[in-house]
C-alpha cells in the first residue's frame, strides 16, 4: 500500500473482491481517497459478514476473511473520509452465482484435473464449497458499495 500511484489522479478506484484480503480496509480506503481526484468515485465489490465466522477453516480466514459486517465496512471507508456512500446488497444475487460456479466446476472436474492436476482441483473445490456453505448459511453477504471524495 506504500507504492505512490499519484496523488489525486485518478477519477474512479475499482474493486472486486480485493478488500477482502486486506486486514486494514480503512487504510486502504484512506490510500484510494488520496488517488482521487476532488469528485472522484470508489466502486468496491466485496464479501461481509453477516454471521459468525469462527467455525470456517483457518487457511480460509487467514487468507480471504477478515470480514466486517457491512456497517462496519461502511463506517470505515468513513472514517477514510469519503462522502455519499451507496450500499447495495447484493447476496441474493451471490448465493446463486456462487452455486451456479460449484456446479460448473464440477462439472469441469475431468478437463480441470488434466490441465492443472487434482490437488488443484481439489483446492480449488474446497474453497467453492466453502463459499457455497457460507453464502447459504447466511453467514457472509456481498455487496457494492460505492462513494465520493469530496470536492
Known sequence: ??????HGSYDLVTSWLVFCHIPDKKKVSERCLQHLRPGGNMLVEDLFA??????????????YFDLPNIQDYKQQI?????????????T???KDY???????????EERY???HGRPTYQALHNFYSCIVRLFTSDRV???RISATKPT
Open 50 to 63: 453477516l454471521g459468525d465466522l469462527s467455525e470456517v477453516s483457518e487457511d480460509i480466514r487467514v487468507n
Open 78 to 90: 468513513v472514517d477514510a473520509g469519503f462522502a455519499n456512500i451507496q450500499v447495495e446488497d447484493l
Open 1 to 6: 500500500m506504500d507504492i505512490d500511484l499519484g
Open 141 to 143: 453477504g456481498g455487496g
Open 113 to 115: 484435473v488434466r490441465v
Open 92 to 94: 441474493t444475487d451471490w
Open 98 to 108: 456462487v452455486q451456479d460456479r460449484l456446479k460448473a466446476f464440477i462439472s469441469s
